[in-house]
T-cell receptor, first 116, second 115 residues
Framework: AQSVAQPEDQVNVAEGNPLTVKCTYS??????LFWYVQYPNRGLQFLLK??????LVKGSYGFEAEFNKSQTSFHLKKPSALVSDSALYFC??????????????FGKGTTLSVSS | DGGITQSPKYLFRKEGQNVTLSCEQN?????MYWYRQDPGQGLRLIYY???????QKGDIAEGYSVSREKKESFPLTVTSAQKNPTAFYLC??????????????FGPGTRLTVL
């Protein structure tokens, strides 16, 4: 069964420090991977995606993610965190041969808290 | 949130009532989705539709119903059979086809509370 795991419920970093939000996946075929961000009482905003190609994907707001096939991971990173990055982050996957058509499977989310 | 509207923003339901959540998109997307979000559980798929007049159940379809009579609209009805409907409901849409997979765009959400 396809699944996504975000092992940390919360990540705390100081402003200006690098941040990493972890994600691992399990799919039967080639993975299509996504990161989204959600601010309180709002919808999700797309950050970046990995379909194929370079393992380092650059996205919105200075975020990037590294795809690692051998470790089945897709960690979200940013070199220098901002207080405004504080939000709920979701990793999602779509299996190319998934049962749910084009729908995404989401992780449970990681709350990022950046302190000033 | 641009391009997808959900209404109302807040909805209160009495026990035994059916309520309908609206979702409209002007992005000309083929596919539309409904997710339910509960604290600490991420998003779970309720229903999805890839074409007008066709839709498929997701992981938690029991107690919910949908229709897709127009490409732009995908309303969700929460029926009295849904035992615990209090949650944040998110609608999304995406393009289908092409050589790469396209991301989903989300609406602002509807928060449903059972009184």
């Amino acid at each position: 069964a396809q699944s996504v795991a975000q092992p940390e419920d919360q990540v705390n970093v100081a402003e200006g420090n690098p941040l990493t939000v972890k994600c691992t996946y399990s799919v039967s075929g080639n993975p299509y991977l996504f990161w989204y961000v959600q601010y309180p009482n709002r919808g999700l905003q797309f950050l970046l995606k990995y379909i194929t190609g370079d393992n380092l994907v650059k996205g919105s707001y200075g975020f990037e993610a590294e795809f690692n096939k051998s470790q089945t991971s897709f960690h979200l990173k940013k070199p220098s965190a901002l207080v405004s990055d504080s939000a709920l982050y979701f990793c999602a996957v779509r299996d190319a041969y998934g049962q749910a058509g084009t729908a995404l499977i989401f992780g449970k989310g990681t709350t990022l808290s950046v302190s000033s | 949130d641009g391009g997808i509207t959900q209404s109302p923003k807040y909805l209160f339901r009495k026990e035994g009532q059916n309520v309908t959540l609206s979702c409209e998109q002007n992005l000309n997307h083929d596919a539309m989705y409904w997710y339910r979000q509960d604290p600490g559980q991420g998003l779970r798929l309720i229903y999805y539709s890839q074409i007008v007049n066709d839709f498929q159940k997701g992981d938690i379809a029991e107690g919910y119903s949908v229709s897709r009579e127009k490409k732009e609209s995908f309303p969700l009805t929460v029926t009295s059979a849904q035992k615990n409907p209090t949650a944040f409901y998110l609608c999304a849409s995406s393009i289908l086809g092409g050589s790469t997979y396209n991301e989903q765009f989300f609406g602002p959400g509807t928060r449903l509370t059972v009184l």
